[in-house]
């Protein structure tokens, strides 16, 4: 394939997203509608990206970083005004402009390279990538001729009962050749009702000049979906998530229920796992094999090894490793590692913390900016004191050690190896392996202090 530029339109508003950000940037599966449009164009083989801005165009800028180079589209005056910015960035382009709408977040790369090969195999000056459609509806229709070359776009307002009736429509997405392209939108004039440039014209102009104008159809009408208000996001959402579960499911990941399970796209999951519903995964999560994941999870960037058992919990940014059951309600925050045969309860927290390999938080305890070693066992209650108003301040545990229910641990504070804690301490000093440690008030007890107290009213 001849050298391939991707011209990415993303410049308006989206006014019927009822937004105070740009259309572009809404996100379907977990990433912005441009991030997918993006992707696509790089998987069809673009190695340069021009991305043209418009409404709130630093936003869109930051999204874009490095990934492309910007125009920008001060005034919005029509997709072929949006292609004329580029100009100046693409004056020494000879080869194929791929020009792509940024709110179409269904583009599918492989399917995009196919058509810029057809298109350059076919030796024409343009190629409208088109759609069949049931309910062409709202859409422009194309017009071929007895070749098969499109001869013309008549949009629905324009078209004749005879025209309506045509279901192959145009998806806004070509690829024209350069410097052809920059010749023949310099020409373009915007006496129009709207009075707007419009790329279409480019097509018209073309065929007025004798070349080549095709059309190639694709058979996936969903990849085309442009999205113009929360409804068809909506929309959109589903047809993503419906092809990522599909994809896990033909992979060997069970799925219990794909109405009430939400997997955005770069969460990587291993072969025999089984997903419950409502079950959320999110961002750079990757889940290994033999798990059972949920019901009630929700994960964020979190990387979980082999046959753990993680029910109604909720984790972001941390580690669980393999041979892991936790759960019910359980919340391990950023920075957490937890290691290989972990028992955790419920009613846990666990933050910027290692728990060793083994060891059991059983129920109702707090443990922060703490390293546990292996084989420890928590008793109910427990919490590590890290907080002292202004800093905080980490726990050690050793190996082993065995501390009571209610115990408070006041960091900065080291419980060596096989030690023991008696129930109900705080614990404020360090206790030396193999110790027994005890911070608690001797009991007292006052014989018939509650029968005056209830009588002290009468």
């Known amino acids: 394939m001849s050298e391939l530029v991707a011209i990415i339109l993303a410049a308006g508003k989206g006014t019927r997203m009822r937004s105070k950000y740009p ?17 696509a164009a790089s998987a069809a083989g673009a190695d340069k990206k021009v991305v043209i801005v418009g409404h709130e165009a630093e936003l869109v800028e930051a999204m874009v970083g490095n990934q492309g180079t910007i125009a ?43 058509f810029c090969e057809a298109h350059q195999e076919s030796g024409a000056a343009a190629t409208v990538l088109t759609a069949i459609m049931d309910d062409p509806f709202g859409y422009g229709r194309i017009v071929r001729d007895a070749d098969g070359n499109v001869q013309g776009i ?3 307002k324009d078209a004749t ?46 065929n007025e000049a ?27 959402e589903g047809v993503m998530r419906q092809r990522i ?9 069970t799925i219990m229920d794909p109405a009430s399970t939400f997997i955005e796209a770069s969460v990587k999951i291993g072969r025999d796992t089984v997903i419950y519903p409502y079950t959320w995964l999110e961002g750079t999560t990757e889940i290994g094999e033999d798990c059972e994941i949920g019901p009630n999870a929700r994960f964020t960037n979190v990387k979980i090894g082999d046959d753990n058992h993680l029910q109604f ?59 546990i070693g292996s ?35 006041v960091a900065p504070v080291t419980v060596q190896a096989n030690t023991y804690i008696g129930a109900g301490s705080t614990i404020t000093k360090e206790v030396p392996e193999n110790a027994l440690g005890i911070a608690r008030a001797r009991q007292k007890n006052i014989e018939g202090w509650a029968e005056k107290y209830r009588n002290e009213d009468k």
Not at 191 to 203: K, S
């Open 154 to 156: 008549v949009e629905q």
């Open 245 to 253: 579960l599909d994809k896990l499911m033909d992979a060997g990941v």
């Open 375 to 409: 084989g420890v066992n928590m008793g109910c209650g427990c919490i590590t004191v890290n907080y002292d108003g202004k800093k905080k301040h980490r726990t050690v545990i050793g190996d082993n050690a065995f501390v009571g229910c209610n115990t408070n641990l």
């Open 313 to 371: 919990i909720y984790g972001h940014d941390c580690e669980v490793k393999n041979h892991v059951t936790a759960g019910p309600y359980v919340h391990l925050r950023p920075d957490t590692v937890i290691s290989d045969h972990v028992k955790i309860g419920n009613y846990v927290e666990v933050k910027n913390s290692n728990v060793g390999e083994g060891t059991k938080l059983p129920h109702l305890t707090y443990i922060g900016d703490s390293d």
């Open 72 to 114: 920008l589209q001060a005034q919005q005056l029509g997709t072929g005004h949006a292609v004329m910015q580029t100009a100046d960035t693409l004056k020494d382009f000879h080869g194929t402009a791929l020009i792509l709408c940024g709110d179409t977040p269904l583009l599918d790369g492989e399917e995009l390279k196919k």
């Open 210 to 236: 004798g070349a080549k104008v095709g059309g190639i159809s694709t058979a996936d009408s969903d990849m085309v979906m442009g999205i113009n208000s929360r409804k068809q996001l909506s929309v959109a």
């Open 23 to 39: 259309k572009v940037l809404h996100k379907v599966g977990g990433k912005p509608m441009l991030q997918h449009v993006i992707d």
């Open 161 to 206: 009962e005879e025209q309506k009736a045509i279901k192959e429509i145009n998806t806004g997405i070509y690829c024209m050749e350069c410097p052809q392209m920059f010749d023949v939108l310099a020409t373009l004039t915007n006496d129009n009702a709207q009075g707007e440039y419009y790329l279409t014209d480019v097509l018209q102009k073309l």
